[in-house]
């Protein structure tokens, strides 16, 4: 067991696991220094620049309340769609389906989570803790994930880095309802965190888009339609790429309203 780290950082998602922790920071801290041992030095939030309204209305709330101690400083490492559009890189940095011509589905490599939000937030701690070696393999950064017991397909463990990663929730016997609880209890209604256009959503967070923000959707269904334009990493004539597991254009697609098939909701794996 690692004793105190020299740093420790919390990486907030907006989703209602990291708003539950981060919230405990501004209310009852002491429950998480009983636990943890220690407390944040820095609260990062890594903007992919394609987060949903409600991400971005979560972090301005939380930061609404301007505490100095715990201030949420948002990073970036780039626009994600602009670079996917422009760069000139026709590597997929989000993993949407892949349809071969002979009808089997796969999916492209998921890059989005290393390449803006682990990387984002890692070199902002580098900076702030002035670690100028970067390949320091030595444990010396606590980095606080809000992941809950609920969810043990999402606990990582931490190997070969300065990165420790450590989860508050699962430290407290939290699960997902309990830190929708303590949110209400502070008077703030929290939402799953993603970004718009994420092919991990399930038909009921498409649904949700579609009825409760109707631009982001049709933001979301232009994405659609733009990789299968702008993708030609493959032949066109043999593979074509959509954001819904369905492979069908995201406007023609009748969502069941099925619940999560996919653990990784980009608070606890994305927002490392």
Not at 189 to 211: G, H, I, V
Request: charged share 25%; net charge neutral; glycine share 6%.
């Amino acid at each position: 067991m690692l004793g105190k780290l020299p740093y420790c950082a919390l990486s907030f998602g907006g989703g209602v696991q990291s708003s539950a922790i981060y919230l405990m920071l501004i209310y009852e801290p002491w429950r998480l220094l009983e636990v943890m041992g220690e407390l944040p030095d820095k609260v990062y939030f890594a903007d992919t620049g394609a987060e949903t309204q409600n991400t971005y209305k979560a972090v301005e709330y939380m930061q609404s309340f301007k505490s100095i101690a715990f201030k949420i400083e948002v990073v970036s490492n780039g626009n994600i769609l602009e670079r996917q559009y422009t760069s000139g890189d026709f590597n997929p940095l989000f993993p949407f389906f892949i349809k071969q011509i002979d009808g089997n589905i796969g999916m492209a490599k998921r890059q989005c989570t290393s390449e803006y939000k682990i990387r984002a937030i890692q070199k902002a701690c580098r900076e702030a803790f002035k670690l100028t070696n970067v390949k320091l393999m030595v444990p010396t950064i606590s980095q606080w994930l809000g992941i809950s017991i609920d969810e043990p397909e999402r606990i990582k463990i931490s190997e070969g880095t300065a990165f420790v990663t450590r989860y508050p929730l699962v430290e407290l016997g939290w699960d997902r309802d309990r830190c929708v609880d303590y949110c209400l209890r502070w008077k703030w209604t929290p939402t799953k965190s993603r970004c718009f256009m994420c092919p991990y959503q399930s038909d009921a967070n498409w649904l949700e888009l579609k009825r409760d923000s109707p631009d982001e959707f049709e933001n979301a269904c232009l994405v659609d339609e733009k990789i299968r334009e702008t993708m030609l990493w493959r032949d066109a004539s043999t593979s074509k790429c959509y954001l819904h597991r369905s492979c069908v254009p995201l406007r023609e697609v009748q969502f069941k309203g099925e619940n999560d098939l996919f653990a990784d909701e980009c608070q606890g794996m994305c927002a490392i």
